[in-house]
């Protein structure tokens, strides 16, 4: 492993908040920092000569597969990936992940360099901010159109003929604004649910 390599090691090793892991060609465990190693060493005692496979969700090994070969057939070049991994007591946090293939001083690939960290929470608040999109938009599309349909509706049957100038226009004017609201309620009940965060 190159100097450079060694020294990121080292420095990505001392923080709590990234998970770094290192696999060989056969896809074993070559090394682990100690953020990995405190937060999945529920799965073994010892990573290190394991395979990287067995703590990956079944449904995620297919992409994993094909980022490591991207990974391969691009050298010094990083792919990301979302990774689920099992968590002590059940169930599976989600981890985003950089891979990037190493070579050795004599150029020859060794292995693939894994940094990672843990992004459950943020799916998370990402979820609840998803489900208060919908419930304002369920008040727009339900709570506040049916009074504007309310007054679009009366407006639409009152007799103007024997009104002054002033109170037709009056009634006119909050006809369109009425129809406005409308217009812009109905184009905030359509946008699209945020995804990673963006409102579409």
Known sequence: MQNGQKYLLKLLD??????????D?????????????????????NFI???????VHPEDAPEVYRVVEDCMSAPGQFRSIIIRKPVKGGGYATTDWDFVALKNEAGVMEGVMCIGYEVSE??????????????LQFIQSHEVRKPVANIL????????????ANTKFAIQRIGESAEQLDQILHDLAGRKRCKGGDEQ
Do not use: H, P
Request: net charge negative; glycine share 6%.
């Open 122 to 135: 943020l799916l998370d608040q990402i979820e609840l901010k998803n489900r208060t999109i919908e419930r």
């Open 49 to 55: 000569g394991k395979t990287c496979m067995e703590d």
């Open 153 to 164: 509706g009366l407006i639409d049957i009152i007799d103007t003929t024997n009104l002054d």
């Open 14 to 23: 001392s923080m709590s908040d990234f998970y770094l892991i290192v696999i």
């Open 25 to 45: 060609m056969q896809g074993n465990y070559t090394y682990v920092n100690k953020a990995f190693s405190e937060r999945f060493g529920f799965i073994t005692n």
